[in-house]
């Protein structure tokens, strides 16, 4: 019987500040074992926990993308007793990770269509991990036109901004980045996240689907911005979140009606999230 | 089935015969109230009680317990990498478990024991355990097994089910695990009216009055039903105490935390209650489920509707009517149920 508590071990192999304010910072992890690896083989938009032996373990949105080996990656903020401990630690020091866990982004129905991908603050993670993987040149052809709108406080507080800038000078992938008030050398928008997304956005139709990541208050103004554009809610896909303690669906705290954000999630369309209680 | 008449006078005797292949564990007398515990060498299980104050789940989920272990000394080797805890998986026989409590074990085995993920401390414990049931004669006001799919006489999950005839026990075989106990404690003998266990359910069944109507619950609306006007009424008087959520067989909520003493830790888990408000607060200071009546909701919705619409086998409540009992403010799960079967949807 494979027990699913238990953590792979795995080393801190790069420690990034990754906003200005250091409040995010992002790991870069490799497996002590070299066959974890391959059973860690997740899918982007999965979530992992990362589990620090004394102090406890937290649900982080994977970063890295499949398409990346050797190693995993998260972007996390410090927020409380785990992560403020994270935060401390150094590279080189041995922790563990259980996972991968939760659904993913519909690859297979994403499959052929227009991407519309709405980020709003350090909520962009598992999104790196989805354009990482469709701009991977096996499987750009696979998706028709893609179209980005990330919005942060400051260009500062951007999270992977020289990606950011490297997929803004493609052309198979339109960026919209944007910030909320003008900033000396800013040469993208300014304005909020929905804002764009109503301004920049493609029409929705059978053949786009929409995926928006960001805090509450961000989702809640960029959905009346996707049904104007006519995005039907099964074509709308979000990720949830919820606290979490096993990530498989047992210990019972993170549900939402019958459905369990950590196993049945954490992505969820908006049509599916209808037809449950709020409690998230 | 086969049915063994076992004679009283030998029952002290077959169980000693059973210590050396088993532990054993029964509910014993403790000052007011019973409880399932280990029974020490000589030690007999005491069946003069309705049933006891704590359901015996905690035969495969204890209250609290080691998951993992690590240390944290860097001098160490394997400093921080986490261990499973090798856990006693040698047999266990659990005498005097009430039927609802062996049912409400199989309800549980739907969460720990799934094709996804597979919890490897509740089966193991489960799978080494066989369980002896005592039919229930003498059920008390707050049972009301008989409308749960359950009764005081149900053999589902049991290995053995016992009826108490006066001088001797009849022993009904369900399963072969059950078999192979019946046959280390010497008690052979083959009963010569087992016909007498049906007339006494039916009896026991008829003394049962108090029912919950739940045939209406899968019909509705998981949202209809989330959103009925009677949970704040319900949920006025609650403490959220989560007494329910402790005593309940089929509450099976646990939190996960770290402890650690000097260069040496533990990863525990111990339960938890959707009754508390820190059950499901973020980290950010919000709360999705910001007040008792959320709470008390999500209790009665998770026994009553997330469950049979999630696996189809009813609710997730046997009858044992502990909650109804201990409950300080009696709030009375019959009444609720009844109210969520009965709701109209207003559109
Ligand atoms: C699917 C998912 C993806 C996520 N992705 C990301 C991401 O990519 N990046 C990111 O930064 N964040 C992410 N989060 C949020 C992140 O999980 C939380 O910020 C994190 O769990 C906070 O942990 P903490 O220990 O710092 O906070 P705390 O509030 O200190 O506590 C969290 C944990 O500590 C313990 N704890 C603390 N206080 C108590 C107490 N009083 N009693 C009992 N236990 C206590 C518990 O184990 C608790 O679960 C995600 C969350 C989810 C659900
Ligand atoms: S036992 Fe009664 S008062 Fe306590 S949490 Fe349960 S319903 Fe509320
Ligand atoms: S985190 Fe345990 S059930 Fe979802």
């Known amino acids: ?280 | 089935m086969k049915v063994i008449k076992i004679d009283k006078k030998k029952w002290a005797e077959g169980l000693n015969k059973l210590r050396a292949a088993y532990q054993l564990i029964g509910p014993v007398k403790k000052d007011t109230y019973h409880d399932f515990q280990v029974l020490d060498k000589d030690q007999l299980p005491d069946f003069d009680f309705l049933n006891t104050r704590m359901s015996p789940k905690s035969i495969a989920f204890p209250q609290s317990e080691v998951m993992l272990q690590y240390s944290l000394d860097e001098a160490k080797e394997d400093h921080h990498i986490m261990k499973e805890v090798q856990k006693d998986a040698s047999p266990r026989a659990v005498f005097g478990i009430r039927p609802c409590d062996a049912k409400a074990l199989m309800l549980v085995k739907l969460n720990f024991d799934t094709s996804d993920y597979k919890d490897p401390y509740w089966i193991q414990a489960y799978e080494a355990s066989t369980l002896i049931g005592m039919a229930c004669d003498n059920p008390s006001s707050t049972c009301f097994c008989t409308s749960t799919g359950c009764g005081p006489y149900n053999e589902e999950g049991l290995d053995v089910l016992m009826v108490d005839i006066g001088d001797h026990y009849l022993a009904k075989i369900i399963s072969k695990k059950g078999e192979e106990l019946l046959e280390k404690a010497g008690w052979k003998t083959s009963a010569d009216d087992p016909s007498l266990i049906e007339k006494k359910k039916s009896q026991s069944e008829a003394k049962i009055t108090s029912a919950v109507e739940t045939k209406n619950l899968k019909d509705k609306t998981i949202l209809d039903l989330y959103e009925a006007p009677f949970w704040e009424d319900i949920s006025f008087s609650c403490l959220n105490c989560g007494t329910c959520t402790y005593v309940c067989p089929t509450c099976w909520c646990f939190d996960i935390q770290d402890e650690a003493h000097g260069k040496k830790g533990v990863r525990m888990r111990n339960w938890d209650s959707c009754m508390f408000p820190l059950f499901t607060l973020h980290t950010t200071g919000h709360n999705p489920r910001e007040t008792k009546v959320h709470r008390v909701r999500q209790r009665f919705m998770h026994k009553l509707k997330y469950f049979m619409d999630k696996y189809d086998k009813g609710i997730m409540c046997v009858g044992c009517g502990r909650c109804i009992r201990l409950c300080p403010v009696n709030i009375d799960i019959r009444t609720v149920c009844d109210k969520m079967n009965n709701f109209k949807a207003s559109c």
């Open chain 1, 1 to 280: 019987m494979i027990n699913p508590y238990v953590p792979y071990p795995v080393r801190i192999d790069d420690i990034q500040i990754a906003t200005e304010d250091k409040s995010l910072k992002t790991f870069k992890f490799v497996f002590l074992n070299k066959s974890d690896e391959e059973k860690f083989a997740y899918k982007a938009g999965q979530f992992a926990e990362l589990s620090i032996p004394g102090k406890g373990e937290i649900p982080i949105g994977i970063a890295s993308s499949p398409v990346e080996k050797g190693f995993v990656m998260f972007t996390v903020f410090k927020a409380g007793v785990v992560t403020s401990h994270l935060h401390n630690m150094k590279v080189g020091d041995i922790m563990g990770i259980r996972g991968p866990l939760g659904n993913w982004y519909p690859w297979d129905i994403l499959e052929g269509k227009n991407i519309f991908i709405i980020g709003g603050g350090f909520a962009f993670t598992t999104l790196r991990s989805s354009i990482v993987y469709m701009l991977d040149p096996a499987n750009r052809k696979k998706f028709g036109t893609i179209d980005v709108v990330y919005g942060a406080r400051t260009p500062g507080m951007l999270l992977y901004k020289d990606e950011l800038i490297a997929w803004g000078k493609r052309d198979d992938i339109r960026m919209h980045l944007t910030i909320d008030r003008e900033a000396p050398d800013w040469k993208y928008h300014v304005g909020m996240g929905p804002n764009i997304a109503e301004k920049v956005g493609p029409k929705g139709d059978d053949n786009t689907y929409a995926i928006a990541c960001g805090p509450p208050i961000m989702i809640k103004f960029t959905l009346p911005v996707l049904e104007k554009l006519g995005f039907s809610h099964d074509h709308i896909i979000l990720s949830l979140e919820n606290r979490m303690k096993c990530g498989i669906g047992m210990c019972g705290r993170c549900n939402i009606g019958k459905e369990l954000v950590c196993k049945d999630g954490p992505v969820f369309t908006l049509a599916e999230i209808n037809q449950t209680p709020r409690e998230y």
